[in-house]
């Protein structure tokens, strides 16, 4: 009867120090100004049930900034500098299998994503570094690949930047946009 009591007793005190610690307040981040976000290629691939039908072969986990009435390129991100290619924590692409971009074979792994914003032009970058904030520890050592690629102007504004990928004959093309500026990487695999 007194190990009962003595179990009792203990149940008793681990409850209170457990009501204790959920009194607590615990302090979370504000929301981010810039939402993180996930695509696939292809664009169902995480959705599918069935593994073998989609497999995924690219993810990219970038954060999204807003236009908010401002001028994006040239002004916010000059032309001529190594642009994050979103906010935040620098884009991560991973692939799942080897791709080629331009005329270099990437094996599978997970890299960043970087952009050089110019008028016409914009110059893609996969690097190895990832897990950075920004663009502020970019090292041009690491580039696995830089791809040259024109610039389409859109006529409507696209307010969040935005990432989604469009199927070719050769694999997929990543299709970045924001603001009235739209550029496509083609990837093949």
């Known amino acids: 009867m007194r190990n009962i009591l003595i179990v009792v007793f203990g149940f008793l005190c681990l409850g209170l120090k457990a009501q204790e610690a959920i009194k607590e307040e615990v302090k979370f981040a504000a929301p981010d100004a810039s939402p993180a976000d996930i695509v696939y290629f292809p664009l169902n691939a995480h959705k599918s049930k069935d593994d073998n039908l989609s497999k995924p072969v690219i993810k990219v986990i970038y954060s999204r900034p807003q236009k908010k009435g401002r001028e994006i390129f040239g002004v916010l991100e000059q032309y001529g500098k190594v642009w994050r290619f979103g906010a935040n924590e620098n884009t991560e692409i991973k692939f799942f299998e080897k791709v080629n ?89």
Do not use: C, H, M
């Not at 990832?130 to 580039?143: C, M, N, R």
């Not at 690949?145 to 610039?151: G, I, N, Q, W």
């Not at 006529?155 to 093309?173: H, L, Q, R, W």
């Open 101 to 189: 971009i331009g005329d270099k074979k990437i094996k599978a792994g997970s890299y960043s994503l970087f952009a050089i914003p110019d008028k016409n032009k914009w110059v893609i970058i996969i690097n190895s570094q990832t897990d950075k904030w920004g663009a502020f520890s970019y090292d041009q050592s690491k580039d696995i690949v830089r791809v040259e690629v024109p610039v389409q102007t859109l006529t409507k504004p696209i307010e969040y930047f935005s990432v989604t990928f469009i199927k070719t004959d050769k694999g997929a093309n990543l299709v970045a946009a924001w603001d009235k500026v739209q550029i496509q990487l083609p990837i093949s695999f």
